[in-house]
């Protein structure tokens, strides 16, 4: 079960294995949109390595997909050692479905997911003149508080709850079996 989005999209997590497609959609990205993700210019072997890179860490992908083409991803990528209390976030919708509510709702699902691993703080990577991406954190700020100076957010409601890790098994579809693995698996990691 998936959530319908604009245009019929829908978002589902990535998983390993369609790493050729995120790569595709990021070199989709028009120029100053893999600016803006990449905080500068970048070349296409660049994100041929990243991809391949992004995909043995432990980065949680969201992606929003179209007639089943990727046209948007958020990437959650905790930092540090195992069961990390921070993580980066960053955004890539492809130009004919920005401001459409994509980003919005990439970043709900990302938020949850944040949650559920009980991550605290997220960092995002966003330029100062990004004001869409600027605009975009001001609309979660009561789940998350940011320090454009910085760019780093804080997760308000940190602690997984039965409820929040059920609303991130039933949007990712899972069978029971497996989702009742996965909640006892996140329940059981240390405070
Ligand atoms: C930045 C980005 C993630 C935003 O996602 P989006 O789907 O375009 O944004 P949304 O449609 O959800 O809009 C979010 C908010 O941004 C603002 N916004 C949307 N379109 C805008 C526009 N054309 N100009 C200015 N502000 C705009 C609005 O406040 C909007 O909230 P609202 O719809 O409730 O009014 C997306 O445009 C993107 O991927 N850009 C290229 C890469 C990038 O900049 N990544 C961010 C760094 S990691």
Redesign the pocket.
Known sequence: MHEALVDGGLIRKLWIGEAGIYRNHLLR?DRD?RH??FGGAVSDEFLENYVTTIFSLNSVIHGFFVDGVLR?AAELRPLGPAFAREAEV????ETE????????ALLERTLLAARNRTIKTLH???LAN????Q??AR?FEAELSFDFGSVVGEVVAPRPTPLSVMREIVADGHGFATAMLDVQSRMMRPA
């Open positions: 990205l949109s803006n993700r948007g960053a955004f890539s919708i479905w920005q401001s459409h509510g994509v980003g919005s995002m990577a966003c990004n004001r869409r991406m605009d975009l609309k």
